[in-house]
């Protein structure tokens, strides 16, 4: 099995899928002759050619916009924007576009199309361009939400992403784009709405996604060593969400703690305890903690930026407290 880059898993999977069906194009800024701004899209253009691979303009509600057009005529875009903080001025299309229009027309319009780009924070990029806005898109009927964690997963839902007949965001994480892991050669699916038990335990559930799930599973080393065997659970897919693999495991371990990147307040994490409470509440043993980035915008300072985000101590001080072994 071939080892490769995150953002390589992702460029595999568009030029696979461009192969296999030609009503699939990439647009976006600078996704042609740059190469992407994080060279996901590397070699496409020249490739494919530039009615396949199309810069736009820096004009996210535009050529977002195009894309809800393409997809209502037949056509599978994919749209890369350059960062999810950017995709706030996309939203009337998204929103009010892709995720309503099958609805809308009786079901006559679907909207084949892919949201992609990085999200969340990198490293001292401060308020604007460190938000993890994933429970905003989670909020809305009509969109799926994806967010990979490995090469592997990354290749393996997007082009699960790209053949779907529904409107995907799919949002992928900076900090993770040279990640390197087995990736499968060829027809590698991953179909969306099915969670991954990155590692088996029966002490406590962890669930975490996009680069979270690297911070849990550094924890669950850490937590190895003190005894305590945790399970730690990767969504992947955050809407549909994979309610019954989290039920069963905590039906199994009787505890459970959630990581993410975001705010608090009306969080992803707030979504997933709220259906386990509902579905698995007699067979908890302690309250559902939640470890989520501080309720503030993001600091530029490094050492502030660092205290904004869990890390693997905090998410074993949760877990501490949900065993009773502070």
């Known amino acids: ?85 950017f995709s706030i001025l996309a939203l009337d299309q998204v929103v009010n576009g892709a995720a309503k ?29 460190s938000q993890a806005l994933e429970a905003w898109y989670c909020h809305v009927p009509g969109l799926k939400v994806v967010m990979p964690a490995t090469p592997a997963d990354a290749k393996g839902l997007l082009k699960s992403a790209i053949r779907d007949d529904n409107p995907v965001v799919f949002i992928e994480s900076e900090v993770l784009y040279g990640m390197k892991g087995d990736v499968p050669e060829g027809e590698h699916m991953i179909p969306l709405g099915v969670a991954d038990i990155k590692r088996p335990g029966n002490d406590v559930t962890v669930i975490a996604h996009s680069k979270m799930v690297h911070v849990a599973m550094e924890a669950a080393k850490e937590l190895e060593a ?38 608090p307040f009306c969080g992803v994490g707030a979504q997933i305890v709220d259906l386990l409470q509902a579905q698995a509440f007699d067979y908890l043993d302690a309250p559902i903690l939640r470890v989520s980035g501080a309720d503030v915008p993001t600091p530029y300072s490094k050492s502030l930026e660092h205290l904004a985000f869990p890390d693997p101590r905090s998410v074993v001080a949760a877990v501490r407290r949900v065993l009773n072994r502070q």
């Open 1 to 85: 099995m071939p080892v490769m880059q995150y953002r390589e898993a992702l460029n595999q999977a568009m030029r696979e899928e461009m192969l296999r069906d030609d009503r699939v194009f990439l647009l976006g800024e600078e996704v042609g002759a740059y190469n992407g701004a994080y060279k996901v899209s590397r070699g496409l253009l020249d490739e494919f050619g530039p009615h396949r691979v199309l810069d736009t303009p820096i004009a996210e509600l535009g050529f977002t916009g195009l894309a809800v057009g393409a997809a209502m005529a037949g056509l599978r875009p994919i749209v890369e924007v350059m960062t999810f903080n």
């Open 101 to 129: 229009m099958l609805y809308m027309s009786g079901g006559q319009f679907g909207i084949p199309m892919v949201l992609r780009g990085p999200g969340g924070s990198a490293h001292q990029l401060a308020a604007q361009h």
């Open 226 to 263: 003190e005894g305590i065997d945790a399970e730690v659970i990767d969504p992947r897919t955050l809407r549909p969400l994979d309610t019954g693999t989290l039920v069963e495991s905590l039906k199994k371990t009787n505890r459970a703690v959630i990581v993410e990147e975001g705010w």
